[in-house]
């Protein structure tokens, strides 16, 4: 069984670098794609990107100029990073496991950590 | 993008009654729509993909529908865990990959 834990500061300073780390269990990090979704609010869900063990990545064109996926095949983890945070960024940010040759089909998701982005 | 609007907002009903939720997307998206379950402090759960087929392990109870741009999960006999929150999903056109607003189904 698939279990993904994200963990991370629960609060980032607005125009600084918001950083989460999920650490995979039960599964090979090179038999999934990777990805982030993340929640504001009392909004709807909205899709960050994916990374994929090679390294490949795909990000969200709204995102894409401050989002960095990374991968770590020797820790079985993978990463965010966002850039230049506004209180917009506050949302409940999950990390996610989808089946090799779907990337865009989520199988498998962390529980979720809340991050604020407040001075 | 592809959006997705999802009715109603919010649906009331009781334990044992049957549910019916609606996804419409702005353009055709193939059978490329999926649904998953959100409850306060669990991972959401991928209930149907490929808009009618059930992930693994999700009861017969549950039953996705539709093709091109109109989409339904029906809940057939509502269970108590059941009340949560639906959202549905695109992935024919991405990126981006998109999402409804969801639908609250609450405890009459």
């Known amino acids: 069984q698939v279990q993904l834990q994200e963990s991370g500061p629960g609060l980032v300073k607005p125009s600084e670098t918001l950083s989460l780390t999920c650490t995979v269990s039960?599964?090979?990090?090179?038999?999934?794609?990777w990805t982030w979704i993340r929640q504001p609010p009392g909004k709807g869900l909205e899709w960050i990107g994916y990374?994929?063990?090679?390294?490949?990545?795909n990000y969200n064109p709204s995102l894409k100029s401050r989002v960095t996926i990374l991968v770590d095949t020797s820790r079985n983890q993978f990463s965010l990073k966002l850039t230049s945070v506004t209180a917009a960024d506050t949302a409940v940010y999950y990390c996610?496991?989808?089946?090799?040759?779907?990337?865009?089909?989520?199988?498998?998701w962390g529980r979720g950590t809340l991050v604020t982005v407040s001075s | 993008e592809i959006v997705l609007t999802q009715s109603p907002a919010t649906l009331s009903l009781s334990p044992g009654e049957r549910a019916t939720l609606s996804c419409r997307a702005s353009q055709s998206v193939s059978s490329y729509l999926a649904w998953y379950q959100l409850k306060p402090g669990q991972a959401p759960r991928l209930l149907i993909y490929d808009a009618s087929n059930r992930a693994t392990g999700i009861p017969a109870r549950f039953t996705g529908s539709g093709s091109g741009t109109d989409f339904t999960l029906t809940i057939s006999s509502l269970e108590p865990e059941d009340f949560a929150v639906y959202y549905c999903q695109q992935r024919d056109n991405w990126p981006p990959v998109t999402f409804g607003q969801g639908t609250r189904l609450e405890i009459k």
């Open positions: 996610v496991a989808s089946r090799a040759g779907i990337a865009t089909l989520f199988d498998h």
């Open positions: 039960g599964a090979s990090i090179s038999s999934y794609y």
């Open positions: 990374i994929y063990y090679s390294g490949s990545t």
